[in-house]
């Protein structure tokens, strides 16, 4: 941790400071440069209240060396780290390492046809989960919420049919106690902090699909990642899908550098949804590929079968005739990257 | 609600649309513009599914001529709400209408000498609410989570022996159940699109104090509102605490033109956090009156009696003194604008 | 164009202005809504001074139906366009259509050895142009300015030894008098919307590499190359070069989605400059190749022989070696989708 | 400065790189850390290449401490700058120190007796400074561009017929010429980076309204008069003028923290444009007396005799009368910080 004390600080002053720091168990190296002291505290700074350094009169900067990330930083952990969900047909899917995902199925859960049909299609054109909604997260109060206990049930008549993992949303601690035969609990982007409900999924042992807050840093969406881990639960996806920025020809804008910089920093599985980051159906296949070419392990799409009779999001839903044909491109796409599907 | 239509639709299939439009209780004004046709869409259209209608394959756009808030909406309630909260030394203190509100405290409670000291303080200075962390969310796990129903215990001591009411953060809806006491509730930033808490607050009936989420619009702030509204409670204070933006000199952007714009759309009073917004003590005062020059009904502010040793927010909380020379020149703004603090 | 009128606007002012709305030669189409009234002016709107409806007593908010660019449009002008760059050596090179433009070299121009050396470099590994910068945006007078008219003079000596067209940017209308053997030109992202600068491209009848502004929508972008068009200079090759966000692992954030955006509302070419997008070497690679896979028709890369000693940018330039390797990756990319380097 | 190893970093290299910093003028403190080495640079930096050292192999990241400009650092030059305008009247205007600006009038010059009303009207309530647009930076070729010549003469009859100093935008070098009799040259949000106009304008000896850039950070706002300060030119007023942010009820969103954010970096006054922040006339009124309780030293704000009819920005620009009833009030405020108009 490095402090940069005001200009002017005086020499007695910071010598009271320098005990006072040296007294929470670090070293500290003084420069003195053209205009500031800068203190370099060397040793174990887990105790160092960093912000209360910040409120210290002497202090002008504080600059931390180390990620405040442990258990989902790479530095640890060298090795690509690779989840592993057995299917009801007991066939074990991978995401990460060499392991792409394809997650692919409606937004929402809307009866039983859709489900079946849906999971059917997206099974034949070879995606390995099934994503559908049961609990909806809705910006009005008056939009359709999802079917709740009964979506579930649908989404598990679905899974027992296809052999398919499903993946879906909780929105609340109290809900998990329904999630039993959920294979990968999604915390969408507005949950990303919230924090009652991490520490609650550290204690499952089901692997989390945490999407990034649409408005957060990598460095806390790692750290949302950390609640998790720090709780005893270390299965882990990351998942982008788009961030807010001044633009909206799009509905959020698509980082795809994040894949990169996360698998630099981290080495939990990344994949990416195109469908929410663009909100436009018609923009989804170019950017799963880019998404592949970018080093994605993964990618979650929405497909519905019906998509201007949807419930909700219909404006950004392939059809199966669309997954279909991207599933035969993105499949050339990962053999570039010596990856498989 | 005004659909435009992709340039180039055939007349049948745009026949075909209007009739599928009005069966769903519109009617459907046509216009021929150069390049597209515009639909105009009038009378109920709570039923329509725009998002489905944006998925058709005929339109480009969609766009909303209502507001999508009703309870929460200027339009149907013309007159400001105004907040009235009693205290246990009996005396009523409102937020909105001519009353500003000024809400003190700690970021978290620490221990009971500091709480009551800091309360004992900005009651003295003329504050009208205490404020103070109970339940803390913190983006580390490994940061000072707060002292829990500890916590809550001390806060309310000191609401006993200075009379103030008291205002404090839930961070999940089993919470809640302790909050009895508690006079306001505060929602937090990152929870303002927790729906489930949303909706679970609307069964309360204690004022409840909604952050702003950081990345959130005024719509969608007044969308959180009406979630609580729509379960029967209507007693919501609007907060703004700064929102993310690309510049860092700050630790968000504080955005005070959002107390003219949502004075305009809303009727609920609408408050200021500039500890939270600026991060920066140095900053508190001349937010805070900015704040009130901009039309706020008033400022929320952490105020620490030892700021360098807070195991919160530290760089960010004023001192009593500095406090009580703020509550002087606040009183001076509000008397500019004929409001009484 | 749609004009939204404010709630309780009386019916006799609104006559009023439609009168005055026909006058000015468009045709008004009347909807009395639930709340609001709507009008729709069709017919030639383009005499309509949109800004100045916005101001009207009665009017609340005014959506344009039909895109602000023309010339830049492909609604009017529906096939891909093709910029062929002939160059010294006598072979065609293309941007645009089924061709693939890689543009490879140096941020600055430092001295002989250097840009022959890289200049030598890319155009061996199969780069089709040679960007070097003479005059250079510094955010800092007391950065290095670039070499000026030497550096002009040692590119174009670049240019004769290889035989690659050269692209290097221009920053004031009087630098363009030294520009005549280059052969694109090249408009930074601080110049996006350098009004007087467009107006004089306008007149030239030179390719024009229009960098997107770090903070400009996609439909502020089209509108610098309408400015430009507009003159009579419709050789335009439009750059995604990343955007400025809340976020800042990377120097900006990297918008893909903006490849298919504009080449669905522009028949314009769209290239990617990953390099200025990430600020790091290291996410060059992968960030070249997802802009293939977007649909993006060619990359912008700095390539330094020495980086570790370059006199900008030497953090994002990759070396010749990693650009020779990432050739041969970015030709199998292309003929993913049937295209050509 | 100080620079932070990549973790890993051998011994042997890192003593190599300690002596090659050395060998530039800096004295090297080294510490070992936990898992990174950190170097502190100590002495004159200012021959160091911080973006070459980012460029190193050893190198994760370079922290400047010291601030990028000089001439505009407060640290250098405590006392507030105050710029002294003479006007045609022979009284002398100022902004900074106690004294506050206030710049007013039409967005543009459209025609004489409209100049001439508005510059009425604005003298008798008070302003200090006429502004109007000649040459207009407009987002599109169609739009009207400004009298050009010609409403730069009507301007300077409005200033012989009001006494009061002017102040206009300069779009380019070549205009320079025509600005002679020009008293405040203003520097719009988009050329705030036009390094070449910055340049250029480091060698007039008129004040300069230095207006931020959209989405330009308080130290790129700075690097920008530091590149006017370094050509002589002292004599630099900063405005902000709201920031592109992902909300969009205001034209862009103003951000009053910059306010004591730059005076306590800086030395020069600041100003504040609501006008152009807010994009609408009905907010202007608050945002101004926010401005002022916030700090700043003056405002500069769109006034036009007939908004609904002007040629831009109507719905952003007051009637003479509402700045008549504003300027009662900024009266007000400014005596509460003890400053006068």
């Keep these: 941790m490095i402090v940069v004390l005001k200009p002017g600080a005086k020499k007695k002053e910071v010598l009271k400071f320098t005990v006072f720091l040296e007294q929470q168990g670090v070293k500290v ?14 040793g ?3 105790g ?32 690509d780290t690779r989840i592993d969900v057995p299917g009801p047909d007991g066939v074990i899917r991978s995401i990460g390492g060499v392991s792409l995902g394809i997650i692919a199925g409606p937004c929402s859960v809307e009866n039983r046809e859709q489900i079946l049909r849906v999971a059917g299609a997206v099974k034949k054109a070879g995606a390995g989960f099934l994503r559908g909604g049961a609990f909806k997260p809705r910006t009005s109060p008056y939009s359709f919420q999802g079917l709740g206990c009964e979506g579930l049930d649908l989404l598990l008549a679905a899974k027992k049919e296809t052999g398919l993992p499903i993946v879906t949303e909780v929105m609340g601690n109290h809900q998990l106690e329904v999630f039993e035969d959920v294979d990968v609990i999604q915390v969408g982007t507005r949950n990303m902090q919230n924090f009652t409900l991490l520490k609650e999924l550290g204690r499952s042992r089901k692997p989390i699909l945490l999407k990034r807050g649409y408005a957060c840093t990598l460095t806390e969406l790692l750290m949302a990642a950390e609640y998790i881990m720090a709780g005893g639960n270390d299965r882990i996806i990351l998942c982008e899908r788009g961030i807010r920025t001044f633009d909206n020809f799009t509905r959020n804008t698509l980082d795809l550098s994040a894949i990169p910089a996360l698998k630099k920093q981290s080495h939990l599985p990344v994949i990416v949804d195109p469908s929410h980051a663009t909100g436009l159906a018609w923009m989804v296949p170019s950017m799963a590929k880019a ?51």
Tied chains: 1, 2, 3, 4.
Excluded: W
Aim: charged share 25%; aromatic share 4%.
């Design 29 to 42: 190296h003084y420069s003195q440069g053209a205009s500031r002291i800068v203190l370099g505290l060397v």
């Design 44 to 46: 174990d700074t887990q």
């Design 48 to 79: 160092i209240n960093a912000e209360a350094l910040g409120a210290h009169h002497l202090v002008e900067k504080v600059v931390r060396v180390q990620e405040p990330y442990k258990r989902a930083n790479r530095l640890f952990h060298p090795e």
């Design 291 to 341: 998404a592949l070419a970018a080093g994605a392990d993964g990618v979650i799409l929405e497909v519905h079968n019906d998509p201007e009779n949807a419930l909700c999001d219909g404006e950004q839903s392939i059809t199966p005739e669309t997954f279909t044909l991207l599933m035969d491109s993105l499949k050339k796409y990962a053999a570039l990257e010596g990856r498989s599907i």
